[in-house]
């Protein structure tokens, strides 16, 4: 049997969140849509698992965006933390 974890069945606790991704995890299904990297939780997910070597698969939207060079440099100003 697999155990699926679907990060919004409790977003209150980022650092648990985070915790999950990095130990409990085998792989991590990044969902690109055009706001999913302004997210704070869903852009510390994904370097969470990029850090501790978890696996991904990334299914991009017609509305996600590659972030150019310059975004990424100022990566704060995307994060939309309301």
């Not at 049997?1 to 991704?21: E, G, P, W």
């Not at 990095?22 to 990044?30: A, D, M, N, Q």
Request: include cysteine; charge should be negative.
């Amino acid at each position: 049997a697999k155990t699926v974890f679907i990060d919004s069945d409790d977003l209150r606790d980022l650092d648990s969140l985070f915790d999950t991704v990095k130990f409990h995890i085998k792989s991590l299904v990044v969902y690109l849509t055009g706001q999913t990297l302004t997210r704070p939780w869903c852009a510390g997910e994904i370097f969470s698992a990029h850090r501790c070597s978890v696996a991904m698969v990334a299914i991009r939207t017609q509305t996600f965006r590659q972030p150019t060079s310059e975004a990424l440099n100022q990566v704060g100003a995307l994060l939309d933390e309301s």
